[in-house]
C-alpha cells in the first residue's frame, strides 16, 4: 500500500555481468582493452589573449554552469596545472533547472511505514538509482543528488525503519503504570510489546529487506544503489542477498561493520544471551544506559559537534542537516529506537562475504570516499578496492564523511560517468581513464566547480589496480595529520 504525501514536516512514521570498470569492446583481449573518454557535452571557447579586456569576463552556459576565466573554459577536458591536470565539471542546478521532488509513505507492513522521496520519475528510459542514508539522517541528505541527477535519471532515496521519518507511528511498547520518567514523552520504555512489533528487530538485516520489498513493490525493476555510511553495507549486503534486483553498487564511505550483538540464525545459541537485541523493550539496565547516552548524543551541541567532525570543509552549509535530524531526535519513538539499534545483531554474512559475493556474481561497484573522514578511514576504502581491484576507486579531499552532501558536484559528476560506463556496457570510459596505463597505475585531477558565485576546487585520485603500501601509509598519514589538525 502506498500513500503519496507532499509534506516533508509529518513525523508518523539486470544486474550487468562483467566488472564495474568496463573498456569498449575492439575485438580483442581483455588486455588489448581500448579506452575511450567520456560522451559529454563541450562548451567550446576560444582561447588566447582578448583584445578587449572586457571580452574575458564570464560565459554562462545551461544547467547553470558558468566559469570565470575563458581560456580554462573546456568542460571536462583536462587541463594541466603544475603536475595535476584540471578539469571543469557543471555546478548544481538552481531554480526551475532543478528536477522537482515528491514525497510519500510506503506501508510495508502493518504499523510500519516508509517514507521515501523520488525525482525524475517522467525519464521512462533511465535507469532507477536508489540512494541509502547514513546511521541518524535520512532522505534529506541526498536533496543535491535528487534535484540534479533526476534530471537524467529515475532517482529514489528512502528513511530506514527506526529512523528518519519512517518511525513507528505508535508506542511500540506502552508504560503499563504512570510515574516512570518522560511517559508522556518517550515510547518504546515500557513493558506492554504491542503485537505489531513482536517481530521488529531493528538490524542490518531488517534494512536489508525493507529495501529489497520496496524495489520490487514500488520501484518495480532493478536499481543501481548507492550507499553512505550505513547504507553502504545495507547496499552491499543487499545485492549480495538479490543480485536480480541490483545493477551496480557505489559506496560513499561505506561502513565495514555493524551490530555486536550475535546473531540468531548464525548463532542460535550465543544469541539467545541476548534475546532482546534490536527488540523493544530492552532490559532495564541496558535502558538506562542508552538513556544517558541519548540525552548526550541527542543535545543540539552534540550534533552540532559531530557535523563539524564529519564535514572536512567547515564552509558547507549544514543547516538544513542539522535542522532535519533535532526534528528526528523530537519524535517520541527516537529514544527507544536508537536504543534497540545500538543493541543491534549483527548481519548473518559480514561486509567482506558480502563483498565477495558481489564480486562472484559479477555485479558491478564503484568506490567514492572522502579521505578526511575521521570515522571510516582511508584505509578501509583501499581494503575494499584491494578485494574488487577491477573496481574504480575515487578518493576525494577535502571531503568527510559524507561527500555527497559536501561534494555533491564531484559525487554526481563521477555517478554520472560510472553509470553510463556500465549502461553502455564500456563504450563510454570511465572518469579519468584517458590513458590504458591509469588502468593500473591510477592517476589524480583537481576539479574545479562553482559554488555561490565562487570557484571551488577538489582533489581527486583514482587508484589503480596497483595499490603499493606506500600508497597506503601515504593516505593514512595525510588523514590523521588532517583530522589532528582541526
Not at 518517550?186 to 525493507?210: K, T
Not at 570511465?430 to 562553482?450: C, I
Amino acid at each position: 500500500m502506498e500513500v503519496v504525501s507532499s509534506s516533508h514536516s509529518c513525523l508518523a512514521f539486470n544486474r550487468t555481468p562483467s566488472s564495474a570498470w568496463r573498456f569498449p569492446g575492439n575485438g580483442l583481449g581483455p588486455g588489448h582493452a581500448k579506452l575511450t573518454r567520456p560522451r559529454s557535452a563541450i562548451l567550446c571557447v576560444r582561447s588566447g589573449t582578448a583584445s578587449n579586456p572586457a571580452d574575458s569576463g564570464k560565459v554562462h552556459a545551461s544547467h547553470g554552469f558558468y566559469v570565470s576565466d575563458v581560456d580554462a573554459a573546456l568542460q571536462g577536458i583536462p587541463k594541466k596545472v603544475g603536475e595535476i591536470e584540471k578539469m571543469i565539471i557543471p555546478s548544481l542546478p538552481e531554480g526551475p533547472e532543478s528536477s522537482l521532488i515528491s514525497t510519500g509513505f510506503w506501508e510495508w507492513k502493518p504499523k510500519l511505514s516508509v517514507y521515501y522521496e523520488k525525482s525524475g520519475i517522467d525519464n521512462s528510459k533511465a535507469p532507477s538509482v536508489l540512494f541509502l542514508p547514513g546511521f541518524g539522517v535520512g532522505t534529506f541528505h541526498f536533496e543535491k543528488q535528487l534535484k540534479d541527477l533526476g534530471r537524467d535519471y529515475k532517482v529514489w532515496t528512502m528513511d530506514f525503519l527506526g529512523q528518519g521519518m519512517s518511525l513507528p507511528c505508535e508506542d511500540p511498547a506502552p508504560k503499563s503504570t504512570s510515574g516512570e520518567l518522560d511517559e508522556d514523552t518517550y515510547w518504546g520504555f515500557g513493558q506492554e510489546l504491542q503485537p505489531w512489533a513482536e517481530e521488529l528487530v531493528y538490524s542490518i538485516d531488517l534494512w536489508r529487506d525493507q529495501v529489497q520489498h520496496f524495489i520490487e513493490e514500488v520501484i518495480g525493476e532493478p536499481v543501481y544503489i548507492v550507499g553512505n555510511s550505513l547504507g553502504g553495507f545495507v547496499s552491499l549486503y543487499l545485492a549480495a542477498s538479490c543480485p536480480h534486483l541490483v545493477k551496480g553498487v557505489t559506496l560513499l564511505n561505506a561502513t565495514p561493520f555493524w551490530g555486536f550483538l550475535p546473531n540468531p540464525a548464525t548463532s542460535p545459541r550465543l544469541s539467545k544471551i541476548f534475546p532482546w537485541a534490536g527488540t523493544f523493550p530492552l532490559p532495564s539496565f541496558v535502558r538506562k544506559l542508552t538513556e544517558t547516552v541519548w540525552q548526550k548524543i541527542s543535545d543540539p551541541r552534540s550534533i552540532q559537534g559531530i557535523l563539524k567532525q564529519v564535514y572536512a570543509d567547515h564552509s558547507t552549509n549544514v543547516d538544513m542537516v542539522f535542522s532535519r535530524i533535532i526534528e528526528t531526535t523530537q519524535h517520541p519513538a527516537a529514544a527507544a529506537s536508537f536504543a534497540s539499534i545500538m543493541c543491534a545483531p549483527k548481519g548473518q554474512i559480514s561486509f567482506e562475504e558480502a563483498l565477495s559475493r558481489c564480486q562472484r556474481q559479477g555485479i558491478p561497484i564503484s568506490l567514492m570516499y572522502g579521505r578526511e573522514d575521521p570515522w571510516v578511514r582511508p584505509i578501509w576504502g583501499i581494503k575494499v578496492k584491494q578485494q574488487v581491484p577491477e573496481s574504480p576507486y575515487y578518493e576525494i579531499s577535502p571531503a568527510g564523511h559524507c561527500p555527497h552532501d559536501e561534494v555533491p558536484e564531484v559525487i554526481n559528476y563521477l555517478l554520472r560517468g560510472w553509470l553510463k560506463n556500465v549502461e553502455s556496457e564500456g563504450s563510454v570510459g570511465v572518469p579519468f581513464l584517458e590513458e590504458p596505463s591509469y588502468a593500473e597505475n591510477g592517476v589524480s585531477r583537481e576539479l574545479e566547480f562553482v559554488r555561490g558565485g565562487s570557484k571551488k576546487s577538489v582533489h581527486v585520485r583514482l587508484f589503480g589496480s596497483k595499490i603499493s603500501l606506500w600508497s597506503q601509509l601515504r593516505s593514512l598519514l595525510k588523514s590523521n595529520t588532517r583530522v589532528i589538525s582541526r
